[in-house]
Each structure stands twice: as structure tokens, then as C-alpha cells.
């Protein structure tokens, strides 16, 4: 199910999207805000590093603002951003082998949380990153999307242009060598 439709309010998304293909900069910002959040943390999950992440989500807006004129609005528009995403990811991990090290964690948030808490928090998060970049790029697509992000297998399956039954089975190689990784790492903290 699709960001607008859960929204209830698919027709509102039709008209942003209409709205921005005519020019309208306050439509377009109005998508930017409803879905750069899902892109941004999808290339962080993709790419390992905030600032590709950023560098990546930019990109794809840039791509859509491009676009649009072509874009049907009675298409959904999650299943093409989510399509630009990891093609934009795939370029930018051939230009750059990611590397996952510390400063890589997002900053501690400030919060009345138990700093103990905080810390078991971004360890797991640096261990999620550290198990993420030992998958092949493919495994780690469908993970992050199937697993992270929610989608269906179908929908995945479309995303990557590719067979259920693959998707299928890369999800069960990427999820085997994730565990895998994450008890190896869990073994050596002990």
C-alpha cells in the first residue's frame, strides 16, 4: 500500500503531483516533505554514510523535479522514488566503496532516555551497518527494502526489476548471512 493511500487522501497526491508538474514550487515542496524522509533513511540504509545518504536524496529529488513533466499523475509515486533511490545508491557505491566506522553512527539524541540505553542503542546501530556492508549489493537491496522499509515482496520484486522468486531467495541468502555477521559480532564483544 502506497504512502498516499494510506493517507487516505490518494487524490490529494494526484493533485500535488499535477500542481508541481505545472510549476508549482509549493506542490513540489509538499512531496519533497511527505517523502523525503523515506528516501533519505532508505540511502542511509543503502549507502552506510549520512553524507552519500544526503548527497544521494538530493539527487533524486533532483531526478523527480526533472521528470515530473513525464510522470503520470495517476501512478504512485512511491514505487518510482523508491526505484530512483537504489539506482542512485547502485552509481554512487561503484564510485565509492562505502567503509562503516564510528563517526558514520548518527550522534547520541539528546532525550531523557538512560544514557546506558543510548549507548546498547547506537552500538546495535553500528553493528546493523557493520552486518549491512558484509551483504552483496543485492542482498542488502532486498533486506533494506523486504525488511527495513516494509515492502511487500511484489513491490520489491518491481522496485528491482526482477522476479519474486529471486527476491525470494535473496532475501533468505541476505538474512542467513546477516545473522550470521551479528552473532559473530556479538560473540567477540563477550
Not at 490518494?10 to 516533505?33: N, Y
Not at 523525503?36 to 533532483?62: H, S, Y
Not at 546506558?116 to 546493523?128: C, D, F, G, M, S
Not at 550470521?180 to 563477550?190: G, V, Y
Request: with cysteine; charged share 30%.
Amino acid at each position: 500500500m502506497s504512502i498516499a493511500h494510506s493517507m487516505g487522501e490518494p487524490t490529494v497526491m494526484r493533485q500535488w503531483i499535477a500542481r508541481a508538474k505545472s510549476g508549482d514550487s509549493a506542490a513540489f515542496e509538499q512531496l519533497l516533505a511527505l517523502h523525503g524522509r523515506m528516501v533519505l533513511r532508505m540511502a542511509q540504509r543503502l549507502l552506510l554514510n549520512d553524507a552519500d545518504a544526503q548527497d544521494a536524496a538530493q539527487e533524486v529529488f533532483r531526478r523527480l523535479h526533472r521528470s515530473l513533466h513525464k510522470f503520470q499523475e495517476d501512478r504512485d509515486l512511491v514505487p518510482w522514488l523508491y526505484r530512483v533511490t537504489v539506482n542512485i545508491c547502485h552509481d554512487q557505491r561503484k564510485r565509492r566503496k562505502p567503509a562503516v566506522t564510528l563517526e558514520d553512527v548518527p550522534e547520541l539524541a539528546a532525550s531523557e532516555a538512560d544514557p546506558e540505553q543510548q549507548l546498547n542503542a547506537q552500538q546495535r546501530r553500528l553493528l546493523l551497518r557493520a552486518a549491512l556492508a558484509s551483504l552483496s549489493e543485492r542482498e542488502r537491496d532486498v533486506i533494506v527494502l523486504r525488511d527495513l522499509e516494509g515492502r511487500s515482496t511484489g513491490e520489491v520484486a518491481d522496485i528491482l526489476g526482477t522476479a519474486e522468486t529471486t527476491v525470494r531467495s535473496q532475501i533468505s541468502t541476505g538474512r542467513v548471512k546477516l545473522k550470521r555477521r551479528l552473532q559473530e559480532s556479538m560473540e567477540r564483544k563477550s
